[in-house]
């Protein structure tokens, strides 16, 4: 596609449920980025990837929070038994390189009740 | 501890006024800054980048502005129009090391234009 696309766009979990994201980066980008944005705050960084290599996981808040991409396209964000402080958006991004100009998704709203 | 402050969280402008964001900084291994605009509902877009070793960059109506010295930079839009409504981002890089591809990213200043 032409740009970056996440799903869902929104997601309501209760409590202690696992969920996925997913992101389709734009076609022939080596470099795969997860934001997270809570509210109010801007995006924090969670996890980086170059193809299928995960090179940067030093953002991730806790061992519930995994992220793949197994073939060095698309990518999921998985979080085990969400709590309520998960909520928030989370972005996914994608460069040619990881030095260039990152284009963002729409992002994913994860609300954890 | 916050790397990358905006600390003004909103400003109003009246159409085909000057807009002035303003960002500063405090980690001095940051030497790639970037603005992202972003609409409701919707992903940050890239607008605008400078790197340390330029004190202006410009893009048509968009301007920013370095000051190393002071750790500041700020984006100038001129003149203001009501699509510019949006948050902006400030968001840095350090272009050398091992981690030069991870923005770190200030709080956002909500910009309204005004008809």
């Known amino acids: 596609g032409a740009g970056v696309s996440q799903s869902p766009r929104y997601k309501v979990a209760k409590r202690g449920q696992d969920v996925a994201l997913r992101c389709d980066p734009i076609?022939?980008?080596?470099?795969l980025f997860w934001y997270q944005q809570a509210l109010g705050q801007g995006p924090e960084f969670l996890t980086y990837f170059q193809n299928e290599a995960q090179l940067d996981k030093s953002g991730l808040p806790s061992d519930r929070f995994f992220a793949e991409r197994p073939e060095g396209s698309v990518s999921t964000l998985k979080i085990q038994r969400t709590q309520q402080e998960d909520s928030a958006v989370y972005l996914c991004?994608?460069?040619?390189?990881?030095?260039?100009?990152?284009?963002f998704g729409q992002g994913t709203r994860l609300t954890v009740v | 501890d916050q790397q990358v402050k905006q600390n003004s969280p909103s400003l109003s402008v009246q159409e085909g006024r000057i807009s002035i964001l303003n960002c500063d900084y405090t980690n001095s291994m940051f030497d790639y800054f970037l603005w992202y605009k972003k609409y409701p509902a919707e992903g940050p877009t890239f607008l605008i980048s400078?790197?340390?070793?330029?004190d202006k960059n410009e893009d048509g109506r968009f301007t920013v502005f370095l000051n190393k010295s002071a750790k500041h930079l700020s984006l100038h839009i001129v003149p203001s129009q009501p699509g510019d409504s949006a948050v902006y981002f400030c968001?840095?890089?350090?272009?050398?090391?091992?981690?030069?591809?991870?923005?770190?990213f200030g709080k956002g200043t909500l910009l309204t234009v005004n008809p």
């Open positions: 400078i790197s340390s070793i330029k």
């Open positions: 076609s022939g980008h080596v470099s």
């Open positions: 968001a840095a890089r350090q272009n050398s090391g091992g981690s030069n591809y991870k923005l770190t």
């Open positions: 991004a994608s460069s040619i390189d990881g030095k260039i100009t990152a284009f």
